[in-house]
């Protein structure tokens, strides 16, 4: 079963930081880009960042540029997400999927397989 399993998520006041990690059991990650999307309540399911198989390539919306950071650690099958200047309008449940292309190719969901359940991200104060 090739699964991807977020966790990180939390409660945490605006200016805060949470690091989002999404790990793969079943598969390698080594041939396949990452995508983190959000989804707030009442909202569409959004892309924030992507990564593609070895890590020199990445790409955020506009809304977390700066703010957010996304990396990879092939060792630990794991992908991470470091969210920094949190604001409440980055609440959302956070998932992560993956791109079998192996490119960070963007944020159409469509391009994405093997999504995880997702991990709640809470800014307030």
């Known amino acids: 079963q090739l699964q991807l399993v977020e966790s990180g998520g939390g409660l945490v006041q605006p200016g805060g930081s949470l690091r989002l990690s999404c790990a793969a059991s079943?598969?390698?990650?080594?041939?396949?880009?990452i995508g983190w999307f959000r989804q707030a309540p009442g909202m569409d399911r959004e892309g924030v960042s992507c990564?593609?198989?070895?890590?020199?390539?990445?790409a955020y919306a506009d809304s977390v540029k700066g703010r957010f950071t996304i990396s990879r650690d092939n060792a630990k099958n794991t992908v991470f997400l470091q969210m920094s200047g949190l604001k409440p309008e980055d609440t959302a449940i956070y998932f992560c999927?993956?791109?079998?292309?192996?490119?960070?190719?963007?944020?159409?969901?469509?391009?994405?397989?093997?999504w995880g359940q997702g991990t709640q991200v809470t800014v307030s104060s």
């Open positions: 999927a993956a791109d079998r292309t192996g490119y960070c190719s963007g944020f159409m969901t469509h391009w994405y397989s093997n």
């Open positions: 079943g598969f390698s990650l080594d041939d396949y880009g």
């Open positions: 990564i593609n198989s070895i890590g020199d390539s990445t």
